[in-house]
């Protein structure tokens, strides 16, 4: 399974972008979904993360109200929504998936997400 993300790019604060965290290799149907972003000097941050049947999802408080996350299973893919960016959200944004889990689970932790894709930059400035 390899995952590419993109959408990535340049914004101007309260600006908008979409990742895309598209599959391929196999289908992303039995897995759950995570976004996760690694800023320069930090650590890597768990975001969202949606469940293999799309029926559960979870934001980090950093995140919450502005981010959505959700996946369209003909396209084997799942997008991050970013709203009202912030120059603090400027990093590099991963998605992971993680197979291990009940339909309607998903996490945040590092520990258990397979497979990670390549990241896609981020820059929130004006």
């Known amino acids: 399974l390899q995952l590419v993300e993109s959408g990535g790019g340049l914004v101007q604060p309260g600006g908008s972008l979409t990742l895309s965290c598209q599959a391929s290799g196999l289908t992303l149907d039995y897995y759950a979904i995570g976004w996760f972003r690694q800023a320069p000097g930090k650590e890597r941050e768990g975001l969202s993360c949606?469940?293999?049947?799309?029926?559960?999802?979870n934001y980090a408080d950093s995140v919450k109200g502005r981010f959505s996350i959700s996946r369209d299973y003909s396209k084997n893919t799942v997008y991050l929504h970013t709203n009202s960016l912030k120059p603090e959200d400027t990093a590099v944004y991963y998605c992971?998936?993680?197979?291990?889990?009940?339909?309607?689970?998903?996490?945040?932790?590092?520990?258990?997400?397979?497979?990670w894709g390549q990241g896609a930059q981020v820059t929130v400035s004006s």
């Open positions: 992971a998936a993680d197979q291990g889990l009940p339909p309607l689970s998903c996490h945040w932790s590092e520990i258990g997400y397979d497979f």
């Open positions: 949606i469940s293999s049947s799309g029926g559960y999802t």
